[in-house]
């Protein structure tokens, strides 16, 4: 039986660019896997409305994981039948993981009021001070503010004040994720939960065993790295490799970004010259 490689990827720092949000060092790559049949799925802490505009820009008809693996998106018809367990929404079926943002906002305003001073919450920002603070466009930094399970928040205190609060939300029930820039609140999901879920609705449909293989940069994809068959950690500008604790398969990038992101794939699924990797491809 052969078994189905699927490849799970973050954005920020990871497909995309930490600096400038592009892709273009990863297109090549890209091409040779969609011609290969090989899934390649976001998972990401972007919104709803940032990775729809982004996989119609990269070409990906995939499901996409979302607000750090609050909530998957199913393009309607990707698969056979509807999977157990979502609803239909738009033009997807959608997977929850987790409470609405609204539920997030009103703990932080009616429980957390201590820690007020001490971070800038999307929910106060306008589309230009997103601009100011990370460099997007105006129109991709409207797309951001658009959340729905998840509340970002713009730490400006010292790191001692910042693991109070931190200690502080998880006692209310919440789970805390640092990001590349933001410190994310949300429900106890995590991203490495909505992969393995996903996971397992391929090898349902396809009925053959699946072989998980994750990207990412940052300490907000630990959880699916140390989930994933193969743990592909990508060079930051910002900050050193997260540890994470795994048993499987790792990898470390020799180059940032989307250029490790190619680098590492390249090697992994798509020169003859590479070490046979644990998993054989799924025919074309």
């Keep these: 039986m052969m078994t189905k490689p699927l490849i799970f990827t973050d954005m920020d720092g990871t497909l995309l660019d930490h600096y400038d949000y592009s892709f273009s060092s990863a297109i090549g790559v890209i091409e040779a896997l969609i011609e290969k049949q090989i899934p390649i799925i976001a998972n990401t802490s972007k919104t709803f409305a940032e990775m729809e505009k982004i996989q119609q820009t990269i070409g990906f008809n995939s499901p996409f994981i979302s607000e750090n693996g609050a909530v998957v998106y199913i393009p309607i018809g990707y698969f056979d039948s509807q999977p157990a367990d979502t609803f239909t929404q738009g033009y997807y079926w959608v997977k929850e993981f987790c409470e609405p943002r609204e539920h997030w906002l009103q703990l932080l305003d009616a429980k957390a009021d201590e820690f007020a001073s001490d971070y800038i919450g999307f929910s106060t920002l306008t589309s230009q001070d997103l601009c100011e603070l990370t460099d997007l466009s105006e ?34 029930g919440a789970n805390m994720l640092q990001g590349g820039r933001f410190l994310h609140v949300g429900g106890h999901t995590d991203k490495g939960r909505a992969m393995d879920w996903l996971a397992q609705v391929y090898a349902d449909v396809y009925q053959t065993s699946v072989q998980t293989i994750a990207l990412g940069d940052s300490g907000n994809d630990s959880a699916m790295l140390e989930a994933a068959d193969v743990a592909i950690q990508i060079k930051s500008p910002t900050h050193t490799f997260p540890k994470i604790i795994t048993s499987n398969k790792t990898m470390q990038s020799q180059q940032y970004g989307p250029k490790g992101w190619a680098e590492c794939l390249q090697a992994l699924l798509l020169e003859s010259s590479a070490p046979t990797p644990s998993f054989t491809l799924e025919e074309a």
């Design 139 to 172: 129109d991709k930094a409207t797309l951001a503010l658009v959340r729905h399970y998840s509340e970002p928040l713009l730490w400006t205190a010292d790191i001692d004040r910042k693991q109070a609060f931190i200690k502080h939300m998880n006692s209310l």
